[in-house]
T-cell receptor, first 107, second 119 residues
C-alpha cells in the first residue's frame, strides 16, 4: 500500500466546475505539498502546508493533521488547469509522492 | 532568475551502456534532490545532497546508480550498464534550507526532467 494515496486517479470536468482532489497519507509528515505537472513538462510547486488552509487565486488547499487528509480545490475550473496534480508528504528532507490525479477540463 | 535546469532533455541509449544526467540547481540552493518517475507513477526519491555530500542515498535502486556533486552546485547522476527497466523521467530539484526547522518546510524547485529511454 502506497504511503500517500490520491483520489480520484482520473478526473474529467466541464469548464467552470468546482474540482476537488483528495490525498490521504499514512506516514508521519512535517508538511504536505501539492504539485502540478503538465504533460511533457516539469513539476511546479503549488502549495506547501502543515496546517489549516491556503489559497492562491482559484486554488485552495486544506489539511487535517488528525485525519491525515488533504484536499486541493479548484474553483471555476478552466481548460488550462488540465494537468496531473500530485500530493507529496514531506518528512525532514524526503518527499513521498502520490501517483497523481490526471485532471482534464473540457471547454 | 534561472530555475533548475537539466540536460539532456531526452536520452536514448542501448541496454548495457553508461549514461550521465546533469542537474544545475538554482544558485545558492545547497540542497539538491534526484527523483525518478516511471510512467503513470509519482516520482520516487533517489538521493539527497546537502552541499557536496550525499546525506541520503537510500533511494538508489542498486549499485549501478551513482551521483556526485563535487563542488556543491552541479550534480551528475550516473547509471552504469543500463537496463530497460531504467527507462523513466529523472527529475532534479533544489531548495534553500531555512536557518531552523526541518528542511521539509522548504519549497523544492523542480527541473524539467530528463527522459531516459533504454532500448
Amino acid at each position: 500500500k502506497n504511503e500517500v494515496e490520491q483520489s480520484p486517479q482520473n478526473l474529467t470536468a466541464q469548464e467552470g466546475e468546482f474540482i476537488t482532489i483528495n490525498c490521504s497519507y499514512s506516514v508521519g509528515i512535517s508538511a504536505l505539498h501539492w504539485l502540478q505537472q503538465h504533460p511533457g513538462g516539469g513539476i511546479v510547486s503549488l502549495f506547501m502546508l502543515s496546517s489549516g488552509k491556503k489559497k492562491h487565486g482559484r486554488l485552495i488547499a486544506t489539511i487535517n493533521i488528525q485525519e491525515k487528509h488533504s484536499s486541493l480545490h479548484i474553483t471555476a475550473s478552466h481548460p488550462r488547469d488540465s494537468a496531473v496534480y500530485i500530493c507529496a508528504g514531506g518528512s525532514n528532507y524526503k518527499l513521498t509522492f502520490g501517483k497523481g490525479t490526471l485532471l482534464t477540463v473540457n471547454p | 532568475g534561472a530555475g533548475v535546469s537539466q540536460t539532456p532533455s531526452n536520452k536514448v541509449t542501448e541496454k548495457g551502456k553508461y549514461v550521465e544526467l546533469r542537474c544545475d540547481p538554482i544558485s545558492g540552493h545547497t540542497a539538491l534532490y534526484w527523483y525518478r518517475q516511471s510512467l503513470g507513477q509519482g516520482p520516487e526519491f533517489l538521493i539527497y545532497f546537502q552541499g557536496t555530500g550525499a546525506a541520503d542515498d537510500s533511494g538508489l535502486p542498486n549499485d549501478r546508480f551513482f551521483a556526485v556533486r563535487p563542488e556543491g552546485s552541479v550534480s551528475t547522476l550516473k547509471i552504469q550498464r543500463t537496463e530497460r527497466g531504467d527507462s523513466a523521467v529523472y527529475l532534479c530539484a533544489s531548495s534553500r534550507p531555512t536557518s531552523g526547522g526541518p528542511s521539509s518546510y522548504n519549497e523544492q524547485f523542480f527541473g524539467p526532467g530528463t527522459r531516459l529511454t533504454v532500448l
